[in-house]
């Protein structure tokens, strides 16, 4: 059985950081691309970042550019997403996804993206 265990979600300050971790076990991590995605109150799913299986090519969405960055351990099955700067637009649950195949396209909609984790709060106050 695949699961997907996001962690490191917390209230923070403006300005401060977080770094989010997705556990992955049960199935074939190094062969997936994995993402992070975002949901805010009342708004739809959004793509925050993602990052081929051989950790090479990583994408981003243009609001977190340069502030956030996505990496993988592959030997500890674990992918990360590290926010610095934080914004109280950065508010959302976080969820990390992972595309279950060997695939050279890191994608960045959500249907691409077959197993998924439970969410992580992130809160940033003003």
């Known amino acids: 059985q695949v699961q997907l265990v996001e962690s490191g979600g917390s209230l923070v300050q403006a300005g401060g950081s977080l770094r989010l971790s997705c556990a992955v076990s049960?199935?074939?991590?190094?062969?997936?691309?994995m993402a992070w995605f975002r949901r805010a109150p009342e708004n739809e799913r959004e793509f925050v970042a993602a990052?081929?299986?051989?950790?090479?090519?990583?994408k981003y969405t243009d609001s977190v550019k340069d502030r956030f960055t996505i990496s993988r351990d592959n030997a500890k099955k674990t992918v990360y997403l590290q926010m610095n700067t934080l914004k109280p637009e950065d508010t959302a649950v976080y969820y990390c996804a992972g595309d279950g195949t060997f695939s050279g396209y890191v994608a960045t909609d959500d249907h691409s993206y077959g197993y998924w984790g439970q969410g992580t709060q992130v809160a940033v106050s003003s």
């Open positions: 990052i081929a299986w051989n950790g090479i090519v990583t």
């Open positions: 049960g199935g074939s991590f190094l062969q997936w691309n």
